[in-house]
């Protein structure tokens, strides 16, 4: 699984996070410095910790955690929004890296929490309006902007494959690619899972789509279908996996669920160690200690950047402080959505703060 998801992943992921459903979350913990969060959720009589390592890492854990003793921006606000609310469903959409929690709470209504498990990856919550509360990050894309108070849009739509019969799905096997290509992208299983298709069948790899014979086909579209039905999480070569592997060497540790496994893979600092009361000081300075060289090196990093954008700002002033008084102009006439998109510098405003991003091509800086 790597840093980040597949589709399939995130398939088994979310019939295994179903568990959760009808379960009460209790709190919410962020360490914003790796962008790390932990779910506290009581579930059928027992609290579960769903942990998120952006950009595409999620599982329940049962490992004990410290958590931070200040909670960041957004942990407080998941914190308002979500505290003893109702986890009502878990899916995946549309085959996607995409998993939507379905969420009702007694102060707030209807939510849902969006986790986009897909680089650079977001967390969104929205109202039953489909409208975003408030993002992680804002973010603006070719087809889709993710902002607050903005309508919450999908990605581009792609082929649902675990919706489809054994027919729609050889009905997509065609093409001048050869097949390992077709299954990665066209029926969305990316290139590990790919190889796994064609290593359970006798089709050669690297034979054009349109040329396969509609036996083939279906013994292909078969194989997919076993990967999505099939459930034996195992760990190889330091690897989780949802399946098992036949295009791999026959070495692999077994685990009850996929969520095992990875738990097992991706260990964390945040983990409290089995077997120790106390930490050990020299530990405890040494972590005392890096992260002040962190933030040293923060200041430092935001200290530089800064003073480029006040050179910058400095040689074009007389554009900044144009633009600065026409936006000031359409927010007081009610017209600023519409100032802000025809400005082609503009990546993201922020509604809470009027806070405006800029992007130029000729430093590619913000």
Not at 94 to 107: A, M, Q, Y
């Amino acid at each position: 699984m790597y840093d980040e998801a597949s589709s399939l992943d995130i398939h088994h992921l979310a019939e295994e996070l179903s568990v959760l459903e009808g379960g009460k979350i209790n709190k919410v913990y962020e360490w914003d410095d790796q962008e790390a969060f932990i779910f506290k959720i009581y579930s059928d009589g027992e609290t579960r910790h769903l942990r998120l390592q952006l950009p595409g890492l999620i599982y329940v854990t049962e490992r004990r955690f410290q958590a931070p003793k200040i909670p960041p921006g957004y942990a407080r606000f998941l914190r308002n929004k979500l505290t003893a609310s109702r986890i009502e469903t878990v899916k995946q959409h549309s085959f996607d890296r995409l998993l939507e929690f379905s969420i009702h709470s007694k102060r707030h209504g209807s939510l849902k929490l969006i986790f986009e498990l897909f680089k650079p990856a977001n967390l969104v919550l929205v109202d039953d309006d489909n409208t975003i509360v408030h993002p992680y990050r804002q973010q603006t894309f070719k087809d889709r902007t993710i902002r607050s108070n903005k309508e919450y849009q999908y990605p581009p739509e792609r082929p649902d494959t675990p919706a489809l019969s054994v027919e729609e799905l050889n009905d997509l096997l065609h093409g001048e690619d050869n097949v390992e290509r077709v299954v990665a992208t066209r029926l969305g299983l990316g290139g590990v899972y790919a190889s796994e298709v064609t290593a359970r069948t006798d089709v050669e790899p690297s034979t054009p789509a349109d040329d396969l014979t509609e036996d083939e086909r279906s013994v292909v579209s078969g194989a997919v279908q076993d990967l999505l039905r099939e459930s034996n999480p195992c760990i190889i070569d330091g690897e989780a996996y949802p399946v098992e592997m036949h295009s791999m060497p026959d070495s692999a540790e077994r685990f009850e669920t996929f969520s095992d496994a990875l738990d097992t893979v991706h260990d964390y600092d945040q983990v409290i160690k089995h077997g120790s009361s106390t930490t050990n000081k020299q530990e405890k300075y040494e972590t005392i200690i890096n992260a002040q060289e962190k933030q040293i090196q923060r200041f430092n990093d935001a200290i530089e950047d800064n003073q480029r954008k006040a050179t910058y700002i400095y040689e074009n002033y007389n554009d900044f402080a144009t633009m600065i008084y026409t936006l000031r102009d359409k927010k007081e006439s009610g017209d600023l959505d519409a100032a802000l998109d025809e400005i082609e510098n503009v990546v993201d405003y922020d509604p809470a703060t009027n806070e405006v991003t800029l992007r130029f091509d000729d430093d590619n800086d913000d």
